[in-house]
Nanobody, 125 residues
Framework: QVQLVESGGGSVQAGGSLRLSCAAS????????MGWFRQAPGKEREKVSA???????AYSDSVKGRFTISRDNAKNTLYLQMNSLKPEDTAMYYC???????????????????WGQGTQVTVSS
């Protein structure tokens, strides 16, 4: 069982930055696939980014070049640095985790079994 707790959300103006954090309880965190998802009101959940156990990363086209995912295995913590924020980035952001296996962590087909409670990000124009 993995418990995930997100933090770092808030309200910023367009062009600003935020850094989200996700603290994981699992002592096996270092071997888990980790990802960030978001869901805006009335919209489907969107996969934002993922990071593998080897540090490989993947991003959605909507955030590529603006967001950076990273992980600190010593601290069992996942991060999402968000720069050049846009109003369309407004959403609830969720951290997710899944044990290693197939498909690869960064695959679009990857499914996640463990979820945090979310942290709200609001970007005003």
């Amino acid at each position: 069982q993995v418990q995930l707790v997100e933090s770092g959300g808030g309200s910023v103006q367009a062009g600003g930055s935020l850094r989200l954090s996700c603290a994981a309880s699992a002592y096996t965190y270092s071997i888990y696939c980790m990802g960030w998802f978001r869901q805006a009101p009335g919209k489907e959940r969107e996969k934002v980014s993922a990071i593998g156990t080897d540090g490989s990363t993947a991003y959605s086209d909507s955030v590529k070049g603006r967001f950076t995912i990273s992980r600190d295995n010593a601290k069992n913590t996942l991060y999402l640095q968000m720069n050049s924020l846009k109003p369309e980035d407004t959403a609830m952001y969720y951290c997710a985790a899944d044990p290693p296996g197939w498909p690869p962590c960064t695959s679009a087909l990857r499914r996640y079994n463990y979820w945090g409670q979310g942290t709200q990000v609001t970007v005003s124009s």
